[in-house]
């Protein structure tokens, strides 16, 4: 596994920072990676929508690929998906 | 490899059966086979409703593409409820259509399932008859639920005496028991009309 050190913050485990912990479509926690994946960090990354909800990118991608109107939506406020760019 | 939905519900049943707040909620979940795509729910009806003193069994079907499509459920208990069907049990229920999201859960359908009981939405019916008569006829609407709550649901709060005597009426003539009691609860207990409808 690859991990990337984005910042320094002065705690000795690595951990996504998330707004909740544990991804809302697979419910897995956002230190594993998402279903399909076997390794978490750069592999399976975490993406934060504008609505502030965050996801596993994969999970995310395929709620949003899939082919319901209803699908361009967060899962879990149903605001418009729109990926957050930092 | 395993597949998100089965991953899912294995996490979500974990979840479930160690809740207590479902316990006091009168919820249950239960598996029927060990790839987690058939599953048994129950909900209690709520009180202060038709529906109260009931219980309710469920059957839960888990799509291969869950949880990007809604799980499949219908009521196994009959019940007279205009968002219901009371020939199929099939449910008229927004989250279980397009209104589903990923983030939802079984807890939350059985959650709003028994919320449905609480609150009917007549406007948006499953079952014609029974939403007209919510509607129309509301009185004899909650003594109807009350009474298929008794008889189906297994509720001993609230029964209807007088219905009974007419379902035996109908069921002396030689007519079923259960199609008796869909005449008359659609015929708002008129004995001539249920019988008219079931010569039909
Ligand atoms: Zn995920
Ligand atoms: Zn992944
Ligand atoms: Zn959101």
């Known amino acids: 596994m690859k991990v990337t050190i984005k910042g320094y913050t002065g705690v000795a485990v690595w951990k996504w920072v998330a707004n909740d912990d544990t991804c809302g479509i697979c419910r897995m926690p956002f230190d594993s990676c998402c279903n399909d994946c076997k390794y978490p960090g750069d592999d399976c990354p975490l993406v934060w929508g504008q609505c502030s909800h965050c996801f596993h990118m994969h999970c995310i991608m395929k709620w949003v690929n899939g082919n319901q109107k209803s699908n361009q939506s967060c899962p879990m406020c149903r605001q418009a998906w729109k990926i957050k760019e930092k | ?200």
């Open chain 2, 1 to 200: 490899m395993v597949s998100i939905a089965t991953a899912r519900i294995k996490r979500e049943f974990k979840e479930v059966v160690t809740s207590d707040e479902l316990t006091k909620c009168k919820i249950k979940l239960e598996l029927l086979n060990d790839n987690f795509t058939e599953l048994k729910g129950e909900i209690g009806g709520p009180p202060d409703t038709p529906y109260e003193g009931g219980t309710y069994q469920l059957e839960i079907k888990i799509p291969e593409t869950y949880p990007f499509n809604p799980p499949k459920v219908r009521f196994l208990t009959k019940i007279w409820h205009p968002n219901i069907s009371s020939v199929t049990g099939a449910i008229c229920l927004d989250i279980l259509k397009d209104q589903w999201a990923a983030a939802m859960t079984l807890r939350t359908v059985l959650l709003s399932l028994q919320a449905l009981l609480a609150t009917p939405e007549p406007d948006d019916p499953q079952d014609a008859v029974v939403a007209n008569q919510y509607k129309t006829n509301n009185k004899i609407f909650v003594k109807t639920a009350r009474h298929w709550t008794n008889i189906y649901a297994g509720s001993t709060l609230a029964a209807e005496p007088e219905f009974d005597s007419k379902v035996k009426q109908l069921i002396d003539m030689g007519f079923d028991n259960h199609k008796s009691r869909v005449a008359l609860s659609s015929h708002l207990w008129n004995v001539e009309h249920a019988i008219e409808s079931l010569y039909n």
